[in-house]
């Protein structure tokens, strides 16, 4: 594209949404001011480094956006490789001091019928919660209830009462695969799952990113207020007193710290500020833990009473995943990570026996990262008929409560996706859509 006068513009938040966004307008001839409130760029995109080995304390698996398309062709164009690893999908599940196969617990459970699946639709009409459907659905079967209570606890980020019962469809998806994985074990056959991730981790694509983008970064500059200056511009003022004035900006940062951003009253619709007040924020807390394996045969996937647990690529990291209420802990407080860590390797040790640690472990909680404040966006009660509203602007497809203001102001970050959200799918897929939109609006 060409000017006759240099747009000014700025993107606040170097997260994978920004830095894409930033990427996606310098390739069209527009050259951003980038603003980033933390000292590092890649905000919920972190990988933690030890030697040769890596694990992520941020997003991982690619899958969890769908095919990723957005997401694989940044990655293919930037030259960053992906590694997919195919698992066997085992998993055990703790009780009682026991470490007992889950595939077990499928002998007598409800079939994933179309008959079942339509007996679940009508029970989520008259249910405030997606708790309430599960209760309902494995009546008899509490061992059952308690490990998709946690599944969707730990996927979504909150506890399933906070749920809405939107969650049914992505329930249904992980029951009929587990179903069929139980299906195979009677039948003898092995199932496998092949995850896809960043190879040498989430934190080589932001490298990448940054190499590209021929802006330096201010950081260290949080955002304090939003306003209309007298020109018509968009007049940003920092938590340092630093006054800026832009023709336009991209807000990539997510609705929990943009909440605490002082806006000019009267600048935003009333439905996008209720919304940027409103969406739920799960709640997540990532404990990586170095360790030794003595055996290759060892569950891949294991589920203690409020925790989940997976390997790294080579087997020396392993994570203990928190969700929801049991996420609500803070890391940076010695005693309270060392009683976590002491009372989850109790359970541990009975899921993976001869299992070491072998160093330090390392944490992160997002919901009390001062420029996060949350892991990743769901669906409260009630809040998924606004939240998926969509209409057409400048060309793309977005979230209404997320559009655009006066062409001045545009929306990215993972919580603006249409699909995926909570997922680095779509924080690249809104960078890709806040840049297309911002230069078709000049």
């Not at 360790?291 to 647990?309: C, L």
């Not at 899921?351 to 997002?366: D, F, H, I, Q, V």
């Not at 995926?420 to 000049?442: I, P, Q």
Request: aromatic share 12%; with cysteine.
């Amino acid at each position: 594209m060409s000017f006759k006068k240099p747009p000014s513009v700025a993107v606040i938040g170097a997260g994978l949404a920004g830095l894409t966004a930033a990427y996606r307008l310098e390739q069209k001839g527009i050259s951003p001011v980038i603003f980033e409130a933390r000292d590092r760029p890649g905000g919920r995109v972190l990988t933690h480094y030890e030697g040769s080995s890596y694990e992520e304390l941020g997003g991982k698996f690619l899958d969890d956006g769908g095919d990723a398309l957005s997401l694989r062709s940044l990655l293919k164009e930037l030259a960053v490789d992906v590694a997919t690893k195919s698992l066997l999908v085992t998993r055990l599940y703790y009780k009682e001091g026991k470490a007992l196969p889950t595939f077990t617990l499928y002998e007598n459970a409800p079939l994933p019928s179309e008959e079942n699946y339509l007996s679940l639709v009508a029970k989520s009409k008259k249910s405030k919660n997606i708790l309430e459907v599960l209760r309902w659905f494995f009546a008899g079967h509490e061992d059952l209830l308690q490990l998709f209570v946690l599944r969707m606890t730990n996927y979504e980020g909150s506890p399933a009462e906070h749920l809405g019962v939107y969650c049914l469809d992505l329930f249904w998806k992980f029951y009929t695969w587990a179903y069929e994985d139980y299906q195979d074990k009677i039948k003898g056959l092995d199932t496998f799952v092949d995850l896809s991730y960043i190879k040498d981790g989430g934190s080589k694509l932001i490298e990448a990113l940054c190499k590209k983008i021929k802006t330096p970064i201010s950081y260290h500059s949080p955002l304090k207020k939003i306003s209309l200056s007298r020109a018509g511009q968009i007049e940003l003022e920092f938590a340092d007193g630093m006054k800026r004035s832009f023709d336009k900006v991209i807000l990539a940062i997510p609705c929990s710290t943009l909440r605490d951003i002082e806006i000019q009253d009267g600048l935003f619709p009333k439905d996008q500020l209720h919304a940027i007040q409103t969406l739920q924020y799960g709640s997540v807390t990532k404990i990586l833990v170095p360790v030794k394996v003595h055996s290759k045969e060892i569950p891949n996937f294991s589920s203690g009473p409020d925790f989940v647990t997976w390997f790294n690529e080579d087997n020396t990291w392993m994570t203990w995943y928190f969700g929801g209420d049991a996420g609500h802990f803070n890391p940076e407080n010695s005693q309270e990570l060392e009683k976590k860590i002491a009372d989850s390797f109790k359970v541990i040790t009975v899921l993976y026996p001869g299992l070491e640690m072998r160093g330090k472990p390392t944490s992160a909680n997002w919901s009390l990262e001062p420029y996060s404040k949350g892991a990743y966006s769901n669906f409260g009660i009630d809040q998924h008929e606004p939240f998926t509203l969509i209409e057409e602007v400048l060309g793309e497809t977005v979230k209404k409560v997320f559009r655009p203001i006066g062409n001045k102001i545009f929306f990215a970050g993972e919580h603006t996706g249409i699909e995926y959200h909570g997922t680095m799918e779509a924080a690249v897929h809104s960078g890709d859509r806040a840049a297309s939109m911002l230069a078709k609006s000049f």
